[in-house]
């Protein structure tokens, strides 16, 4: 292109015409129909600078930025060449070296009467707006960018459903090419069938102005996908709802993890089984399931029988071991239509679904009941065991699973009261019972909480001369009309723990209470036993408990003997009682075998247990007179006091009769309502006073 000609050429332009250019507002320059500038408006040489005019008319190309001349050249060459218009968006440089954006525009004008052939030049600055138009680019760019690199799902969706924008996340969800940028597809279609209807509802929240969620998978066999859904309404300037904007997220970890916590919570973690937790929301789902058909549904509460006796002697790894085995052989036996949980300890439950008669409960009770028949080893070692199964029925026994519950456990405690291992199945009776055990678990609750025991105190007597040498503190507890009610009535607190040891601390409170009082008075004092239910000896402190309350009350140790029944020394977990005695009998404390010839004591252990006394239990006594054989056996027990270094006592003397059969036969200590009844702390009192 050939700009060397002067600036001024020969193409003069009026005054007129030059007023009229310098008037546009925009940069204007004029062309021959070769190329060469011959005139720049005003605002032209302004935007340029006058001391540039020469050079630019010269080479008016130089204007344009270096990175858009090569565009430039080719448009004005083909322009040049047909003689031509054309437009293009360039950079412009200024007098003080900067560039603007202009929208450049060149158009031939024919020659005429009037004017020669020349180029008009026009560049209209848009630089505000160029800069405006890359800057929102820059941004839709970046938040495209920002889109495609989300790991989540987004879609923006029409009212009508149909898809408007999708970022590539979402294309490969959707199984869309990712360099798709045109949809119009229906969102709800691409999705699975079987959340296609979530989705349609959650778009129907959506639309009437509430975000909407929802969850669903995705994808087929090992690469399905768990997503969750979030979709809200995108409004315009007026409030109206135009569009919706769909988050969807990748939560099939979390799914997982859920599923995996999920589960733990709902399995034991020793045996598999299923927890107390999902059993209880298990039975209840089953018992709403057999509401609306006429078959029975059983449940069976198993106890373990002895299970402590196995934790103690083997270890609780060989007792977590035998709960393993029996948990899979229960599996293992058990049919289709039955679940099976461990509630915790040694307790199982099994619900049996869909059952007819009561026939196909016990059926499968005693199926169940064998599975510890098999030899179950640990370490080299035989585990023996045996359960007790209550079972109970739905909805012949109770309507709920709170109450099946209770009477399947009420039919088990039956069932180990009586004798431990098999089955039973439960009956009103055992309502009743169970009531009535209640009753004498609150009444003891109630005597303990507002301190109505009272000890009554039963003369043991000499039987040559009748004098007091002993007494046995009996436990009495008084309303507030004064009637006075005997252990009898809260016999059930004796065989809890914790009751027990309460009824028993006040007890010997009151009595050693006494024991205090008298020694404080001077009186002669005779000792005085206390009976010890079995149940306390359940921990391994009975000794220790009375030793430190003796001492806090200053009692002569030999002023107290405390009575146990015979087969205490044969149950299971004896060793604590065994340990026990030993360690009162060492502080001088005495220990008396109570009821003796009721139990099954062996007389070569006799020996070697810490005793000091045997009583004779008051139905031998009742029946010597009349039986030959029980006099037998009261001679032979008396004659073996001497032979073990052993007191003996009598008890239940009724008559002259027994008295004198007994002195005849060499027992000397005897007690009875020959002698007295039990009486208050005042008539004992009053009899140690007299020196009885």
């Given at each position: 292109?050939?700009?060397?000609?002067?600036?001024?050429?020969?193409?003069?332009?009026?005054?007129?015409?030059?007023?009229?250019?310098?008037?546009?507002?925009?940069?204007?320059?004029?062309?021959?129909?070769?190329?060469?500038?011959?005139?720049?408006?005003?605002?032209?040489?302004?935007?340029?600078?006058?001391?540039d005019?020469e050079?630019?008319?010269?080479?008016?190309?130089?204007?344009?930025?270096?990175?858009?001349?090569?565009?430039?050249?080719?448009?004005?060459?083909?322009?040049?060449?047909?003689k031509?218009?054309?437009?293009?968006?360039?950079?412009l440089?200024?007098?003080?070296?900067?560039?603007?954006?202009?929208?450049?525009?060149?158009?031939?004008?024919?020659?005429?009467?009037?004017?020669?052939?020349?180029?008009?030049?026009?560049?209209?600055?848009?630089h505000?707006?160029?800069?405006?138009?890359?800057?929102?680019?820059?941004?839709?760019?970046?938040?495209?960018?920002?889109?495609?690199?989300?790991?989540?799902?987004?879609?923006?969706?029409?009212?009508?459903?149909s898809?408007?924008?999708?970022n590539?996340?979402?294309?490969?969800?959707?199984?869309?090419?990712?360099?798709?940028?045109?949809?119009?597809?229906?969102?709800a279609?691409?999705?699975?069938?079987?959340?296609?209807?979530?989705?349609?509802?959650?778009?129907?929240?959506?639309?009437?102005?509430?975000?909407?969620r929802?969850?669903?998978?995705?994808?087929?066999?090992?690469?399905?996908?768990?997503w969750?859904?979030?979709?809200?309404?995108?409004?315009?300037?007026?409030?109206?709802?135009?569009?919706?904007?769909c988050?969807?997220?990748?939560?099939?970890?979390?799914?997982?993890?859920?599923?995996?916590?999920?589960?733990?919570?709902?399995?034991?973690?020793?045996?598999?089984?299923?927890n107390?937790?999902?059993?209880?929301?298990?039975?209840?789902?089953?018992?709403?399931?057999?509401?609306?058909?006429?078959?029975?549904?059983?449940?069976?509460?198993?106890?373990?029988?002895?299970?402590?006796?196995v934790?103690?002697?083997?270890?609780?790894?060989?007792?977590?071991?035998?709960?393993?085995?029996?948990?899979?052989?229960?599996?293992?036996?058990?049919?289709?239509?039955?679940?099976?949980?461990?509630?915790?300890?040694?307790?199982?439950?099994?619900?049996?679904?869909?059952?007819?008669?009561?026939?196909?409960?016990?059926?499968?009770?005693?199926?169940?009941?064998?599975?510890?028949?098999?030899p179950?080893?640990?370490?080299?070692?035989?585990?023996?065991?045996?359960?007790?199964?209550?079972?109970?029925?739905?909805?012949?026994?109770?309507?709920?699973?709170?109450?099946?519950?209770?009477?399947?456990?009420?039919?088990?405690?039956?069932?180990?009261?009586?004798?431990?291992?098999?089955?039973?199945?439960?009956?009103?009776?055992?309502?009743?019972?169970?009531?009535?055990?209640?009753?004498?678990?609150?009444?003891?609750?109630?005597?303990?909480?507002?301190?109505?025991?009272?000890?009554?105190?039963?003369?043991?007597?000499?039987?040559?001369d009748?004098?007091?040498?002993?007494?046995?503190?009996l436990?009495?507890?008084?309303?507030?009309?004064?009637?006075?009610?005997?252990?009898?009535?809260?016999?059930?607190?004796?065989?809890?723990?914790?009751?027990?040891?309460?009824?028993?601390?006040?007890?010997?409170?009151?009595?050693?209470?006494?024991?205090?009082?008298?020694?404080?008075?001077?009186?002669?004092?005779?000792?005085?036993?206390?009976?010890?239910?079995?149940?306390e000896?359940?921990?391994?402190?009975?000794?220790?408990?009375?030793?430190?309350?003796?001492?806090?009350?200053n009692?002569?140790?030999?002023?107290?003997?405390?009575?146990?029944?015979?087969?205490?020394?044969?149950?299971?977990?004896?060793?604590?009682?065994?340990?026990?005695?030993?360690?009162?009998?060492?502080?001088?404390?005495?220990?008396?075998?109570?009821?003796?010839?009721?139990?099954?004591?062996?007389?070569?252990?006799l020996?070697?247990?810490?005793?000091?006394?045997?009583?004779?239990?008051?139905?031998?006594?009742?029946?010597?007179?009349?039986?030959?054989?029980?006099?037998?056996?009261?001679?032979?027990?008396?004659?073996?006091?001497?032979?073990?270094?052993?007191?003996?006592?009598?008890?239940?003397?009724?008559?002259?009769?027994?008295?004198?059969l007994?002195?005849?036969?060499?027992?000397?200590?005897?007690q009875?309502?020959?002698?007295?009844?039990?009486?208050?702390?005042?008539?004992?009192?009053?009899?140690?006073?007299?020196?009885?």
């Amino acid at each position: 292109m050939n700009l060397a000609i002067p600036f001024h050429s020969n193409h003069q332009l009026s005054e007129a015409q030059q007023n009229i250019f310098n008037r546009i507002p925009s940069l204007v320059w004029l062309l021959s129909e070769s190329g060469d500038a011959y005139f720049f408006n005003s605002l032209g040489q302004e935007y340029i600078g006058f001391n540039d005019l020469e050079h630019f008319a010269k080479d008016w190309v130089d204007l344009i930025h270096s990175e858009d001349r090569a565009i430039f050249q080719n448009e004005w060459q083909q322009a040049f060449t047909d003689k031509s218009s054309f437009q293009i968006e360039c950079r412009l440089k200024h007098q003080s070296g900067a560039y603007r954006w202009f929208l450049l525009s060149a158009k031939f004008i024919a020659a005429n009467s009037e004017e020669k052939a020349h180029w008009f030049i026009n560049s209209v600055d848009i630089h505000e707006t160029k800069q405006y138009q890359q800057n929102l680019v820059q941004c839709i760019n970046a938040q495209t960018n920002m889109l495609d690199n989300s790991i989540d799902c987004i879609k923006l969706l029409e009212a009508d459903g149909s898809l408007l924008h999708v970022n590539k996340t979402g294309c490969i969800a959707l199984n869309l090419p990712q360099s798709q940028n045109s949809f119009g597809m229906k969102w709800a279609e691409l999705l699975p069938v079987e959340i296609r209807t979530k989705a349609s509802y959650a778009l129907k929240t959506a639309l009437k102005g509430k975000a909407a969620r929802f969850r669903g998978m995705s994808g087929e066999g090992t690469e399905r996908q768990y997503w969750d859904n979030l979709l809200t309404p995108i409004l315009n300037d007026k409030g109206q709802i135009v569009q919706v904007l769909c988050l969807s997220r990748d939560v099939t970890t979390q799914r997982q993890t859920e599923i995996q916590l999920q589960l733990s919570s709902e399995l034991d973690d020793l045996t598999g089984l299923y927890n107390r937790r999902f059993f209880k929301l298990q039975l209840k789902r089953a018992l709403h399931r057999h509401k609306k058909g006429k078959k029975l549904l059983g449940l069976m509460l198993l106890d373990l029988d002895y299970f402590k006796h196995v934790n103690d002697t083997l270890g609780h790894a060989a007792g977590d071991h035998l709960l393993r085995v029996l948990s899979k052989r229960i599996e293992n036996i058990l049919p289709e239509n039955t679940f099976v949980a461990r509630l915790g300890g040694d307790e199982f439950a099994i619900v049996v679904n869909g059952i007819e008669t009561q026939v196909e409960l016990e059926k499968i009770a005693v199926d169940v009941s064998r599975q510890l028949e098999a030899p179950i080893t640990y370490a080299g070692n035989l585990i023996n065991g045996s359960m007790s199964i209550g079972c109970a029925i739905y909805p012949r026994d109770a309507k709920d699973s709170a109450n099946l519950m209770k009477c399947a456990d009420t039919a088990l405690n039956d069932l180990k009261a009586t004798g431990r291992g098999g089955f039973r199945m439960f009956n009103q009776q055992m309502q009743v019972a169970a009531q009535n055990i209640a009753i004498q678990l609150n009444d003891a609750r109630h005597i303990i909480r507002d301190d109505l025991i009272v000890p009554f105190y039963q003369p043991k007597v000499r039987l040559a001369d009748a004098k007091v040498v002993g007494f046995e503190a009996l436990l009495r507890w008084q309303t507030e009309d004064q009637h006075i009610h005997s252990p009898c009535n809260i016999e059930q607190a004796f065989q809890d723990y914790i009751l027990a040891t309460k009824i028993s601390d006040a007890m010997q409170n009151k009595v050693f209470k006494n024991i205090a009082a008298w020694i404080a008075q001077g009186l002669d004092v005779v000792p005085v036993s206390i009976n010890a239910a079995p149940v306390e000896f359940l921990k391994d402190n009975y000794a220790e408990r009375l030793l430190h309350r003796l001492n806090a009350y200053n009692i002569p140790h030999h002023l107290v003997e405390i009575e146990i029944t015979e087969h205490i020394l044969d149950d299971r977990g004896s060793d604590y009682v065994i340990r026990a005695l030993n360690l009162l009998k060492q502080q001088g404390v005495k220990i008396s075998l109570d009821d003796f010839g009721t139990g099954h004591s062996s007389l070569t252990r006799l020996r070697d247990y810490p005793v000091d006394c045997l009583k004779i239990d008051c139905d031998f006594i009742r029946q010597m007179n009349d039986d030959e054989a029980i006099l037998a056996i009261v001679q032979a027990i008396i004659a073996l006091g001497p032979k073990l270094s052993l007191d003996i006592v009598a008890e239940g003397i009724e008559n002259t009769e027994q008295l004198e059969l007994l002195k005849s036969s060499g027992c000397s200590i005897g007690q009875g309502y020959l002698f007295s009844r039990a009486v208050n702390v005042e008539q004992a009192t009053e009899m140690l006073q007299a020196g009885i």
